[in-house]
T-cell receptor, first 113, second 111 residues
Framework: NAGVTQTPKFQVLKTGQSMTLQCAQD?????MYWYRQDPGMGLRLIYY???????DKGEVPNGYNVSRLNKREFSLRLESAAPSQTSVYFC????????????FGQGTRLTVV | GQSLEQPSEVTAVEGAIVQINCTYQ??????LSWYQQHDGGAPTFLSY????GLEETGRFSSFLSRSDSYGYLLLQELQMKDSASYFC????????????FGKGTTLSVSS
């Protein structure tokens, strides 16, 4: 049982480049989330999708877009990467938006130079 | 919006008991969760309190006081493997929205 799978695990981008972080879950969960984690800042919510077909902004959405491709997949896109977007990105899912337990992927370590 | 406050660091020795506090502000409350994250790893769920009182899961317990907007995670019989970051989290101000996390408490357990 894979759980939540993120790709890639590591990425280095140049300022201004674009890229898409992929996330897929095999637990038939309805809700999916993207967080970023920076030292001393905890996990900050970027975007979330309470159910297939819906997406909403979180605490720090600027510079990002998301797509809920289907029930399994939720991607995060950086259109024009900036050094401030250097971070560890985590995708997570839960059975429903009201569910108490979220399951996290292993993270994508992104460096923008 | 929501905000959570927790200490940034806690140190303890093996076998000891440590308490990690969390105070929160949220316009609607749907429970307080706790997550553990080892260095370089992903956060994993530890416990959840929707009602006042103590929830016990093995060596870990979590407490909630809704009237005080306060909770804590209690770790007993500390082991070296408990060295990790611990996050409290609340759900957004509407049912069905995502978890909002505190900045985390780094626990260092020494021998």
């Amino acid at each position: 049982n894979a759980g939540v799978t993120q790709t890639p695990k590591f990425q280095v981008l140049k300022t201004g480049q674009s890229m898409t972080l992929q996330c897929a879950q095999d637990m038939n969960h309805n809700s999916m989330y993207w967080y970023r984690q920076d030292p001393g800042m905890g996990l900050r919510l970027i975007y979330y999708s309470a159910s297939e077909g819906t997406t909403d902004k979180g605490e720090v959405p600027n510079g990002y877009n998301v797509s809920r491709l289907n029930k399994r997949e939720f991607s995060l896109r950086l259109e024009s990467a900036a050094p401030s977007q250097t971070s560890v990105y985590f995708c997570a899912s839960s059975k429903t938006g009201a569910d108490t337990e979220a399951f996290f992927g292993q993270g994508t370590r992104l460096t923008v130079v | 919006g929501q905000s959570l406050e927790q200490p940034s660091e806690v140190t303890a020795v093996e076998g000891a008991i440590v308490q990690i506090n969390c105070t929160y502000q949220t316009s609607g409350f749907y429970g307080l969760s706790w997550y553990q994250q080892h260095d370089g790893g992903a956060p994993t769920f530890l416990s959840y309190n929707a009602l006042d009182g103590l929830e016990e899961t093995g060596r870990f317990s979590s407490f909630l006081s809704r009237s005080d907007s306060y909770g804590y995670l209690l770790l007993q019989e500390l082991q070296m493997k408990d060295s990790a970051s611990y996050f409290c989290a609340v759900r957004g101000n509407q049912a069905g929205t995502a978890l909002i996390f505190g900045k985390g408490t780094t626990l260092s357990v020494s021998s």
